[in-house]
């Protein structure tokens, strides 16, 4: 079963604007990830925080975390073309054992 | 530095067939994980291995099975292929604490007529 759910699950911007993800969880994790797909292929690990971090940054990213929410957003700016795609937030409950996904949000990035 | 490798890319079997995927991890990584994503949804865990045993499973029925070979490489199982198995499979790899997270292969599509 799925984690929890992102919002909005599509979302269509124009190139140079900015995108903001949304992602719920349901349980005390270890930390959460986010991850893109492109057309159905393999998953791409973009960025991972840890429970007791409440942002960080990876170049055009930033992610921030709500333990108290069980929430995460996901913030792209400047935004391409080439971040069309669908992304995934995952949860990792400690104990290396297995990441659960969310539903995903496809992003469009219109020229 | 090869990522994650599965094979083959695409299959396509009939309704009570056998299937075997295959997966070889990162370098340096010896846990490998196994996901099915069916279309429009996020990936769903099946299972996990590392020392060549299964250390987690998900909520699939024993028709799915795997192995892990010395080499870190791991296979998937699937007996009695139904309609419904009918997915893109997903093969991860990391350490065993995955403190930097998980490298994903490109997957092998199945369809099952």
């Known amino acids: 079963s799925q984690q929890g759910e992102e919002d909005p699950q599509a979302l269509s911007i124009q190139e140079g604007e900015n995108a903001t993800m949304n992602c719920s969880y349901k349980t005390s994790i270890n930390n959460l990830q986010w991850y893109r797909q492109n057309s159905g292929r393999g998953l791409v690990h973009l960025i991972l925080?840890?429970?007791?971090?409440r942002e960080k940054h990876s170049g055009r990213l930033r992610v921030t975390l709500d333990t108290s929410k069980k929430s995460s957003s996901l913030l792209i700016t400047a935004s391409r073309a080439a971040d069309t795609a669908s992304y995934f937030c995952?949860?990792?409950?400690?104990?290396?054992?297995?990441?659960?996904f969310g539903t995903g949000t496809q992003l469009k990035v219109e020229l | 530095d090869a990522g994650v490798t599965q094979s083959p890319t695409h299959l396509i079997k009939t309704r009570g067939q056998q299937v075997t995927l295959r997966c070889s991890p990162k370098s340096g990584h010896d846990t490998v994980s196994w996901y099915q994503q069916a279309l429009g949804q996020g990936p769903q865990f099946i299972f996990q291995?590392?020392?060549?045993?299964?250390?987690q499973r998900g909520n699939f029925p024993d028709r799915f099975s795997g192995h892990q070979f010395p080499n870190y490489s791991s296979e998937l199982n699937v007996n009695a292929l139904l309609l419904g198995d009918s997915a893109l499979y997903l093969c991860?790899?990391?350490?065993?604490?995955?403190?930097?997270?998980?490298?994903f292969g490109s997957g092998t599509r199945l369809t099952v007529v």
């Open positions: 991860a790899s990391s350490l065993a604490n995955p403190i930097y997270g998980y490298t």
């Open positions: 995952a949860t990792d409950r400690g104990g290396g054992n297995k990441l659960t």
């Open positions: 925080i840890r429970s007791n971090e």
């Open positions: 291995y590392y020392e060549e045993e299964e250390r």
